[in-house]
């Protein structure tokens, strides 16, 4: 079953444009739900979120979420080439002792074109 | 920051073959310690959980004989894919959390069993 459900699976824009990609999900003991950007390698990290309704901003980046309807969605306006990458959705689930564990997304696979 | 060094970046091993991969938390001790495993164009799906000088704690229907974990220190988690086979190639991915630093991933290692 899946529990972190993203999209769309694949979006392509053209530099300049504004996305929004969009993640939900169903789990138990929530931590908080993170973002990460994934270029060929290791995910890197962009957003933890843990509180409904607060915005969270790093340059052309943002992120919100909703903690009531259960989704997170990810903002890039005025794309870039560098932009094109696979975005992940996690979310941090508590198991105690063990310090958590993340479940994924499948991911947006982003492509901008020049 | 925390950083987590894993190696190797990429390995190419004979079918029947074991092939070990180191994932070190180089800035801060990693009580806990994450294995995922990426097909291509999937995400990451969590193969084990390791605890500092215990046993790891395998995902369902991940076979713990065939990937053996061993967190021997703070720093140091090692997975070895035992008696490889073409279906074994993937990229794998170490994550390491502290309480202070949060997820921090390894830059993976794609292996090719041939």
């Known amino acids: 079953e899946d529990k972190v459900v993203q999209s769309p699976l694949s979006l392509v824009v053209h530099e300049g444009d504004t996305v929004t990609l969009n993640c939900s999900y169903e789990?138990?003991?929530?931590?908080?739900l993170l973002w990460y950007k994934q270029e060929k390698k290791a995910p890197t990290f962009l957003f933890m979120l843990t509180s409904s309704g607060i915005e969270k901003k790093s340059g052309r980046l943002s992120s919100i979420l909703d903690k009531k309807e259960l989704f997170s969605i990810l903002n890039i306006t005025a794309t870039q080439t560098g932009d094109s990458a696979v975005y992940l959705c996690?979310?941090?689930?508590?198991?105690?002792?063990?310090?958590?564990?993340?479940?994924f997304g499948r991911g947006t696979q982003l492509t901008v074109w020049p | 920051g925390a950083v987590v060094s894993q190696h190797p970046s990429r390995v190419i091993c004979k079918s029947g073959t074991s092939v070990k991969i180191e994932c070190r938390s180089l800035d801060f001790q990693a009580t806990t310690m994450f294995w995922y495993r990426q097909f291509p164009k999937q995400s990451l799906m969590l193969m084990a959980t390791?605890?500092?000088?215990?046993?790891?704690?395998?995902e369902q229907g991940v076979e713990k004989d065939k990937f053996l974990i061993n967190h021997a220190s703070l720093t140091l988690s090692t997975l070895t894919v035992t008696s490889a086979h073409p279906e074994d190639s993937s990229f794998y991915i170490c994550s390491a959390r502290d309480w202070n630093y949060g997820y921090t991933f390894g830059s993976g290692t794609r292996l090719t069993v041939v």
């Open positions: 996690a979310v941090d689930v508590d198991r105690g002792s063990t310090l958590g564990r993340l479940y």
């Open positions: 789990v138990t003991n929530f931590r908080s």
């Open positions: 390791s605890n500092e000088g215990s046993k790891a704690t395998y």
